[in-house]
């Protein structure tokens, strides 16, 4: 068993990485236990390791590429002092201080945890799905819209956040293909009517994406009827996968306060869990926004909580 530390960080994206960044210039000398690069839940660096151009994120007027972004939080929080280690959590004892965790065997102990896990976006598990992220496959219509302008592009779901995408994308789209498993919406009525309302919003029902075609990127997909097997082509330049997120707390399950959904839940305008001295940043609690800015916002917020808390405690 190692030494206790000031403070444990579990995740490395935007959260995680800003929380590094603060509690490491803060002299706390975090340990960011940042995950697995061949766990699809854990991976290191988060959500934007699987993106490709990010022209939303401030302070990069040219964009950059989201694995590069993720580079640059990591090397400026091991600036500071930061210490890694690229493995995944296995086990977590937060009934009593200092809180312990585990990789396999290994024990590490702490005064404070910063848990910033993040949320996987719930994927159709096609051949080329993974290929085609950052090609024309995307769950993220605010992150990605503006590079379909002018183009065809299909939306997957029949919820709010659905609808509320394939309504979004009408801004840049030329048109917006709405595919829906169902003979109805599950979205609210006024998020329906808007839908039904755009001229540049074709609902297909009882439809799903049953195969997504291009090598180096998508130039279209195979629509099967949900009813009769038959199938059709769609070109189509974009796919925006909007059937929800599932957030990395399988690990927190009975330890921390949790949404039914699976999202941690935080103290109003703060980060802090139910268990003092554990905080709470990021995708993980946060079904909302869902964006690197406000990860990397709350990831600070997390490791100001976690400043003055332990400061108190001393």
Known sequence: MSNVRNTIIIGSGPAGLTAAIYTARASLEPLVIEGEPSSSSDQPGGQLMLTTEV?????????????????????????????????????????????????????YSANSIIVATGAQSLMLDLPKETELIGHGVSTCATCDGFFFRGQEIVVVGGGDSAVEEATFLTKFASKVHLIVRRDALRASRIMQDRAIANEKIEIHWNSKVSELHGEQSLSGVTLTDTVTGATSPLAVTGLFIAIGHKPNTAIFQSVLNMEDSGYLMTRDGSTYTDIEGIFACGDVQDHTYRQAITAAGSGCMAALDCERWLEHQH
Do not use: C, H, Y
């Not at 690229?86 to 809180?99: A, Q």
């Open 55 to 107: 022209e939303n994120f401030p302070g990069f007027p040219e964009g950059i590429m989201g694995p590069d972004l993720m580079i640059n939080f990591r090397a400026q929080a091991e600036r500071f002092g930061a210490e890694f280690i690229t493995e995944k959590v296995t086990k977590v004892d937060f009934s009593s201080r200092p809180f312990k965790v585990w990789i396999r065997d290994t024990e």
